[in-house]
């Protein structure tokens, strides 16, 4: 709606009144001055000096009425855009994989970002030998950037599991493809980075991980204890990984039937609370007490929780990725 409008809305709204109380004040003061001892000089600035007033009057009450007209709508954009820092899920809807449960594995992952485009991803696929690649990454920031930098990694991934590699060759690989890029293209910032964990998984439960990312956590059915299984290998990027130290890059385990891997971003550890206090160690809390049964319903259960934790706000994209070994 531009001024012209809100000015015809303020007529139709106000009505005729104001109008002939206007009038009646603009010829009131002619009559009154008319009669006056007043000399004429002072006739004339005693009545610009009620025109002026009159003015003012109209000038506030015009005011007054766009307040009232443009603050609800901006608290309509507000709540928009308090809505997306509640979570956002539309990356997962059109982009990441549907879930996955054949007979040898049930994959299942959920994520909200903190924007409609945001940093967290995951993939899940089979190669061409019938070997399962898991993978689940967050590219620093929020936003168009971070998405397009999840998407680079996402692709290649899709592209280079076909090849016959190991996950640390998969992230060398696509690292190799990051720094071409960066020298063919001076815009693209050579601080963009990712942690992101690549795991790969044949039909018999020999898993091999590599890549730098927040420890996973492996469920084991036998015992029904958790494991915290640390990361190690590297980053995606082009300058963080010259400073690390002892990087062997890759570590093998097998999984037995029933055995659930949960691979979580940094996010669901980081949402604080009205107390400034993070979510954290609740989480180990949660996978040690909440029934295994259902992959879908512990992604349920656990977002429920975190977003009772923040008060229904989250600060930071949040994701969790789930396989359970048949």
């Known amino acids: 709606m531009n001024l012209s409008d809100y000015i015809k809305s303020y007529f139709q709204k106000v009505g ?17 001055l008319k009669n006056s001892s007043f000399s004429e000089k002072e006739k004339i600035l005693l009545y610009l000096s009620i025109i002026a007033f009159i003015y003012l009057v109209n000038y506030v009450s015009f005011i007054l009425f766009l307040t009232k007209k443009i603050l609800p709508e901006e608290e309509i954009r507000s709540k928009m855009r308090k809505r997306y820092r509640k979570g956002d899920d539309r990356m997962q809807s059109y982009l990441f994989p549907l879930p996955l ?112 990312h927040p420890s996973f956590v492996i469920h084991q059915k036998k015992t029904g204890k958790n494991k915290i299984i640390e990361t190690d290998g590297k980053f995606i990027s082009i300058t963080m990984n010259s ?62 929780e975190i977003l009772k934790h923040t008060g229904g706000k989250i600060q930071d994209d949040m994701t969790i990725l789930m396989i359970r070994k048949k």
Not at 185 to 212: C, M, R, V, W
Not at 259 to 285: A, H, M, P, R, W
Request: with cysteine.
């Open 101 to 212: 449960n054949d007979e040898n594995y049930e994959i299942y992952g959920r994520t909200l970002t903190y924007n409609p485009i945001g940093g967290d991803f995951y993939n899940f696929l089979t190669d061409l030998q019938g070997n399962y690649w898991i993978g689940i990454g967050d590219s620093v920031g929020h936003g168009y950037l971070a998405g397009i930098f999840s998407m680079m990694i996402f692709q290649n991934m899709s592209l280079l599991v076909k090849q016959d590699l190991s996950p640390y060759e998969v992230i060398e690989q696509i690292n190799k493809d990051l720094l071409k890029r960066t020298e063919q293209n001076p815009k693209i910032s050579s601080n963009l980075y990712a942690t992101f964990l690549l795991i790969k998984i044949d039909k018999d439960g020999n898993l091999e991980h590599s890549g730098l």
């Open 243 to 304: 400073t690390l130290k002892n990087v062997r890059g890759k570590s093998k385990f097998q999984l037995e039937s029933g055995d659930i891997v949960f691979c979580f971003t940094d996010g669901l550890y980081e949402q604080k609370n009205n107390g400034n206090l993070y979510f954290g160690e609740s989480l180990f809390q949660f996978l040690n007490e909440i029934p295994k049964n259902d992959l879908s319903k512990i992604a349920d259960a656990l977002f429920t």
């Open 16 to 32: 005729w009144i104001p109008p002939v109380i206007n009038l009646v004040c603009i010829i009131s003061p002619i009559v009154f």
